[in-house]
């Protein structure tokens, strides 16, 4: 039985390529080829997305705003007194035990549930 060489086999074209260039200089500086510019697109992204956080953040300020005094009081003119007491009585005055059951329109091609 033959015995393998335990080196791997290497082309003569493999150390002139780009890719083992790079391996190879990766071994001598690992944080320069790898680390450095991961750091650089983590920094750069934060730049890159704050603006977009302002103007998502400005959207939400002009939909929600507070109200001026002048709206406020506009608000409260037709606004009705609500009692307690007279909520009560007005739903103790309506009959809850005279009811009926009623089903609702299903729209086309749902299913209605019933076996």
Sequence with gaps: MT????????????PNTYGAKYRAMMAKRPFLLFGLPFL???????????????????????????????EELG??????????????????AKDLEDWEQKRVKRLPGETDGVL
């Design 3 to 14: 015995v393998f060489q335990s080196k791997k086999f290497q082309s003569s074209a493999a």
């Design 40 to 70: 650089a697109v983590i920094i750069g992204g934060s730049f890159v997305l704050t603006p977009a956080t302002a103007i998502r953040y400005e959207r939400h300020d002009r939909k929600v705003r507070q109200m001026t005094r002048e």
């Design 75 to 92: 608000m409260t003119k037709n606004k009705r007194k609500v009692d307690l007491r007279e909520e009560y009585y007005k739903l103790a």
